[in-house]
């Protein structure tokens, strides 16, 4: 039986085009469902994106040498670099972009052309001819994905119940490094002259993952709008009946009554949420939340952004391995960024936000330090260098993930989509944008210390970002989102 509440009818608005405040009981009907074919629905068909940017985005990494031939692009390293840089620039416009858009119009409407974009982003790509054409192509690629981080870390948040946030939300964004493993080993075939000319090989891996993305476009038309954005943008009746629909498609599922939904929150519906309301909000009452998360999210987007999208260049310069075999190193290396939020995600829930998100960021410090003296010193071979890196990013993927997490999560409804795209576009511009032109020109240099430079520079700002968790961390777990920070609309 439906725990809706009954609602006054819909009043006219008012000169800032806010209704008459409602009282709805939807964010804890959503809240307190059982886990379903429904939520692993949603999970897949929003969460399957990153996946594929891990295939793509690795391919990138293990071509990186191969894109230096003469046979293929002719790039310089720096060029590799730039390249890089171009996804990482198109990103932060995306993000900002479509984070605006999937605050206005939804997140359902968003979340197809974002994908729609990125797709033929990743298929021109594999047309590229020159060094202009393919940084191009990156940089719309970026585009896609920036919005897609927006739109679909807000969707998920509000569609997954509480006590299961933390969890889901790391591991859909961990998934990531499943299509990154794919991608190391895809690029052990594609990049193998014996079996594929070489201009050949790795044009198939950007149009592989294009065409599989297609797919996507279809499973997503099972995924509703958000019933929390409908509500607060005055679309209370398409939000009850979107819960209704949600609410049986999980009794269907799983057989049993749902338990009754007793929280209550009234609000001021408005069509729109204008610039300066949402601006006040970030820069006034959450001032501390946006310097956690800009901290969060410039030192993970420095860290990943420095090592992945080098690494090839890096096994091929210090440590002899052929263009075409580094693939073998990134498959493990990515298999332990996915098992990090996978072993840890639980944790995140239970053990709480605050003393999880600290650690994982102080351990990766300490260990990127290690690695970085040892690596000054020439103690690693390929291998063992590569399973430093394992280690040092089963805890860094979980903390980069819990980054996308708390940006989601501790600030209002009405500018979530925003938040994300905002403190990841200045996170990605300060530290990703800056970290594949650094680290190229640092390995162009040909020193392993000045390299190892670079890995301390990303040690101080993991450790930073851990300071800043244990002064200005949420204790969020097992909340409602609307308890951890009140919609504008309720105000």
Do not use: C
Request: net charge neutral.
């Amino acid at each position: 039986m439906s725990n809706a509440l009954e609602r006054p009818a819909p009043a006219q608005a008012n000169r800032a085009g806010e209704r008459q405040a409602i009282e709805t009981d939807i964010p804890a009907r959503l809240d307190r469902l059982p886990w379903s074919r429904f939520h692993l629905l949603v999970v897949t068909a929003l969460g399957v994106t990153w996946i594929l940017d891990g295939l793509e985005v690795t391919i990138v990494g293990a071509i990186g040498p191969v894109l230096q031939s003469r046979e293929t692009l002719g790039l310089s390293a720096t060029q590799v670099g730039t390249t890089a840089s171009a996804y990482v620039v198109g990103a932060v416009i995306g993000a900002l972009l479509f984070g605006w858009l999937t605050d206005r119009f939804g997140r359902r409407l968003v979340f197809y052309v974002t994908l729609a974009v990125y797709l033929a982003g990743v298929l021109l790509s594999a047309f590229s001819w020159s060094f202009a054409s393919f940084a191009v192509f990156r940089a719309i690629t970026g585009f896609g994905i920036g919005g897609e981080y927006a739109a679909i870390n807000s969707a998920i948040d509000e569609l997954i119940p509480a006590r299961l946030r933390g969890r889901i939300d790391l591991i859909v964004n961990g998934s990531f490094w499943v299509g990154a493993a794919a991608g190391s080993g895809a690029s052990l075939l594609f990049l193998n002259p014996n079996l594929l000319a070489p201009d050949v090989g790795w044009r198939l891996g950007f149009a592989v993952g294009g065409v599989l993305g297609l797919g996507i476009l279809l499973m997503r038309r099972h995924v509703p709008e958000s019933p929390r954005w409908l509500v607060t943008h005055g679309r209370g009746e398409q939000a009850e009946a979107t819960v209704a629909e949600v609410e049986r498609r999980v009794t269907e599922s799983t057989g049993a009554p749902l338990a009754p939904a007793e929280a209550r929150l009234i609000v001021h519906p408005r069509k729109t949420f204008g610039f300066g309301l949402i601006f006040r909000a970030m820069l006034g009452k959450y001032r501390a939340r946006s310097a956690l998360a800009l901290s969060l999210m410039v030192a993970q987007a420095f860290l990943f952004n420095a090592v992945f999208f080098s690494y090839g260049l890096v096994l091929a310069k210090y440590h002899g391995v052929a263009d075409t075999m580094t693939g073998l190193y990134l498959l493990p290396l990515a298999a332990s960024n996915f098992l990090g939020p996978l072993v840890l995600g639980h944790f995140f829930d239970t053990i709480g936000r605050r003393v999880m998100i600290a650690g994982t960021y102080a351990i990766s410090a300490v260990l990127l330090v290690v690695t970085a003296v040892i690596f000054g010193l020439d103690g690693f071979t390929a291998w063992t260098q590569t399973l430093a890196w394992m280690l040092i990013f089963f805890f860094a993927s979980a903390a980069a993930s819990s980054a996308y997490l708390t940006a989601s999560e501790i600030f209002p409804l009405e500018t979530r989509a925003l938040a994300i795209a905002i403190f990841y576009a200045l996170g990605t511009a300060i530290g990703g944008s800056s970290a594949p032109a650094l680290f190229g020109w640092l390995i162009g240099t040909g020193s392993a210390w000045a390299l190892s430079g670079g890995y301390i520079v990303a040690a101080v700002l993991m450790a930073g970002a851990a300071v800043a968790e244990a002064i200005w961390g949420v204790d969020a777990e097992g909340k409602s989102l609307e308890s951890i920070a009140g919609p504008l609309s309720s105000e």
